[in-house]
Every structure is written in structure tokens, then in C-alpha cells.
């Protein structure tokens, strides 16, 4: 199976930059995808094959994808930005598997 | 608007079966790829199934391949996921999920249907 490491946690001030990674063996061949949980929702998508945004979503969200790390980053992070963060692969030989979560903290 | 509405979910002993059900409107049912997605209490999210626009394909993860069903209903507009041999580790939150067009993500999804396996 296709495993995706997440970092547990992230901490960040208001206004700050948060950067949440998403590691796998040549991650940057795939299509990732990231979305947004908060406690008691159904998750949200924020950011489609690798960098698109859905509509809706704040530009500030943006994502990227190379070699063995997708990125999605956060600027100008605001207290709402608190929430579980999830990457997600499309894979054909595993399905389509999510990582582990980063839970995002606003100090 | 689109929505997408589980229902189902209940109290089940180990061993036992649980069909749930996914209500869809405000899109094309017939157009997408679905999905089945859960997540068990204070973990993160696991993808589970899906299956094509048809019916004609599904794939499943490795931990319920022989156990769980996905089905479609395109005329009722309505997602199945047929659970036999329930483990408790099957306790989860179950979310129906829209796969966007041209694989890009789960764009919409339930609020989510609660299955407990216990005895």
C-alpha cells in the first residue's frame, strides 16, 4: 500500500505562514489532493491536484508537488484556519488513500 | 444545490451486517464516480470504496475487500455500501463522496452516517 506521511501537528501565529507536507516515494507523479476538517464537519476540499483551488477557497491556500513531498501552505493564517489537514492520492495500484492528518494550531 | 445524505448507521455486534444508503441530488448522479469514506472516533480519514459512473468497476481498500459491497443505484440516484462481517474496528463514521470530474478530489460530501460494531 501507498503510504502518505503527515506531520502531526502545526503551530502558527495569526498572519503567519503555515506549511503542511505530505511525504511519499515519488509523491510528485501522482495527483494530490488536500482538504480541511474542522471538529464535527465532513472534511472540505481545498486544493485539488496539487495546486488548483475549488471555488470558494481563499487564495491564500496554495499547494505543490515534487520529487517525494507535496506541500499545501497557508499565508496569512486566521484564527478560522484551525482544523485537521489531510492529503489525499489518486494511486490506481492502492486506491486512494489519505495520510495520517496534520492537526493545524492558531497561537 | 448539491447534497448527499447517509443513513443507516446503528449499532451493530461483530459478525453482524449493515447496509447504508447515500440520497443524492442536485447533480447528475449518473455522470460520477462515488466514493465511500469513514473515519473511526478521534482517528483520521480512511478511504474505503469506490465505484465507477456504470457500476461497471469498483475498488476497495485492502481491509474490507471480500467483506464490503458498493453498489449504485443511477435511477434512484443512490449510493450502497452492503457491510457483512463487521469487526469492531469498523466503528467509524461513514461519509458518501462525490469524486469530482476528471479525478479532481472528493469534491462534496455527506454529513456522515455512525456505525458502531460491539458487543
Known amino acids: 500500500s501507498y503510504v502518505l506521511t503527515q506531520p502531526p501537528s502545526v503551530s502558527v501565529a495569526p498572519g503567519k505562514t503555515a506549511t503542511i507536507t505530505c511525504g511519499a516515494n515519488d509523491i510528485g507523479s501522482k495527483s494530490v489532493h488536500w482538504y480541511q476538517q474542522k471538529p464535527g464537519q465532513a472534511p472540505v476540499l481545498v486544493i485539488y491536484?496539487?495546486?488548483d483551488r475549488p471555488s470558494g477557497i481563499p487564495e491564500r491556500f496554495s499547494g505543490s508537488n515534487s520529487g517525494n513531498t507535496a506541500t499545501l501552505t497557508v499565508s496569512r493564517v486566521e484564527a478560522g484556519d484551525e482544523a485537521d489537514y489531510y492529503c489525499q492520492v489518486w494511486d490506481s495500484s492502492s486506491g486512494h488513500p489519505f495520510g495520517s492528518g496534520t492537526k493545524v494550531t492558531v497561537l | 444545490e448539491v447534497q448527499l445524505v447517509e443513513s443507516g448507521g446503528g449499532l451493530v455486534q461483530p459478525g453482524g451486517s449493515l447496509r447504508l444508503s447515500c440520497a443524492a441530488s442536485?447533480?447528475?448522479?449518473?455522470?460520477?464516480?462515488m466514493n465511500w469514506v469513514r473515519q473511526a472516533p478521534g482517528k483520521g480519514l480512511e478511504w474505503v470504496a469506490n465505484i465507477k459512473q456504470d457500476g461497471s468497476e469498483h475498488f476497495y481498500v485492502d481491509s474490507v475487500k471480500g467483506r464490503f459491497t458498493i453498489s449504485r443505484d443511477n435511477a434512484k440516484t443512490s449510493l450502497y455500501l452492503q457491510m457483512n462481517s463487521l469487526r469492531v474496528e469498523d466503528t467509524a463514521v461513514y461519509y458518501c463522496?462525490?469524486?469530482?470530474?476528471?479525478?479532481?478530489?472528493?469534491?462534496?460530501w455527506g454529513q456522515g452516517t455512525l456505525v458502531t460494531v460491539s458487543s
Open positions: 491536484l496539487d495546486s
Open positions: 463522496a462525490r469524486d469530482g470530474a476528471a479525478a479532481m478530489g472528493l469534491d462534496f
Open positions: 442536485g447533480f447528475t448522479f449518473s455522470n460520477y464516480w
